[in-house]
């Protein structure tokens, strides 16, 4: 390891380097590549000055201890136990810092969440879970911007597409994805029975143009008029916008705006991510297994999280945490599951060397 944390730190110094160089600045590309990777190496490079420093303070009071004597010998003693504990302690931080790093961290994500099974109950539902998120957000500081949404007839949501904005986004939303699964008497239902409805949440890292080029001749475009609840017009033009990318057969749709323009922006912006998540699947050998991991069905059994809301609990079952604070979760205070996912995916690696998730 401290051979590995030398190249590391000689890394972070070139880099450091390079950035005072004004033509690195001039080429914009270079410059963004180099300050992320600066970003990256730098809480690595300071644990290792931690902890290289740590050693120093042991090993200068090993020398101290044999010529000290009396009430200076307990001193001396006492420094080398607290550096020790300190070398331990940046051992094990270290150990993290230096896992195989998620390739999407640092990136925006967009988020689709569509009701599935429970009829206007899961669409009242993917509106809970869509206001969950955004409180979240709120919270971590992060932005969001609502790229098509579609209401349906009792104010909740057929589905939601929104971007997250923030650096940390993809490291505390990825294993969001999955069917979502909840237990509630619906406002649908007149006799006070529990009933068990469910929305599905795709996580996908936003995709820039230079990550996934898209050849125009593989695009067929459609333009309609947008539709409300009901299906009734809300346009009189043609602004709404459907891209179908024939090589895979996504279809991605845009509505939201008023212009053609911003809605095809749009359907490209989520069509790249789709892309790349195709992408990064398949070199993980996994598409199939990633795709149905994060959809499944939709169905009631199929399940990464379940919320209760007679026992006001919420259940991760892919990590068997479960807690009773339902109010506080759909109120944005997610960090228990969230730090408890990342606890466990960290575990996994330390102890299978598994890469991260994508």
Avoid: C
């Avoid at 690195?24 to 809480?43: G, I, M, N, S, W």
């Avoid at 109950?121 to 969950?132: P, Q, S, V």
């Avoid at 090589?247 to 705006?257: A, F, H, R, Y």
């Amino acid at each position: 390891m401290i051979e590995r944390l030398a190249g590391l730190e000689d890394e972070f110094a070139a880099i450091e380097a390079r950035l005072a160089d004004p033509d690195v600045f001039a080429d914009q590309e270079a410059y963004v590549a180099l300050t992320r990777r600066h970003k990256e190496l730098e809480p690595v490079v300071d644990a290792a000055r931690r902890y290289r420093q740590a050693i120093s303070d042991r090993d200068t009071a090993r020398e101290l201890l044999g010529d000290a004597a009396g009430d200076d010998r307990d001193v001396v003693r006492a420094e080398i136990d607290e550096a020790e504990a300190t070398i331990a302690r940046l051992e094990d931080e270290l150990r993290v810092l230096l896992l195989p790093r998620d390739p999407n961290d640092g990136r925006n994500v967009i988020v689709e969440i569509r009701g599935a099974e429970g009829g206007e109950e899961a669409n009242l539902f993917a509106r809970d879970l869509f206001e969950m998120y955004r409180a979240y957000a709120g919270r971590q500081g992060w932005t969001i911007e609502v790229l098509s949404s579609a209401a349906s007839d009792m104010g909740g949501l057929d589905e939601v597409t929104f971007l997250v904005k923030g650096d940390s986004a993809w490291t505390h939303l990825k294993h969001e994805g999955g069917p979502h699964r909840v237990q509630r008497v619906p406002v649908t239902e007149s006799q006070g029975r529990v009933h068990t409805s469910s929305a599905t949440v795709t996580v996908l890292p936003e995709a820039e143009e230079v990550d996934v080029q898209i050849d125009p001749n593989d695009l067929e475009v459609d333009v309609f008029r947008s539709s409300g609840p009901g299906g009734q017009s809300v346009n009189t033009t043609d602004s709404a916008v459907r891209i179908t990318h024939k090589p895979t057969g996504l279809v991605v749709s845009m509505q939201d705006e008023k212009s053609q323009i911003q809605n095809r922006a749009k359907a490209l912006q989520v069509l790249r991510a789709r892309l790349l998540k195709l992408e990064q699947d398949r070199q993980n050998a996994a598409l199939s297994e990633q795709r149905r991991g994060q959809i499944g069905g939709g169905g009631r059994s199929e399940k990464i999280r379940t919320y209760n809301f007679k026992e006001n609990r919420v259940t991760d079952h892919r990590i068997g945490l479960t807690i009773h604070k339902l109010d506080r979760v759909l109120a944005g205070e997610l960090d228990e599951v969230v730090d408890a996912l990342l606890a466990d995916e960290r575990a996994r690696q330390l102890r299978d060397g598994d890469p991260p998730a994508a």
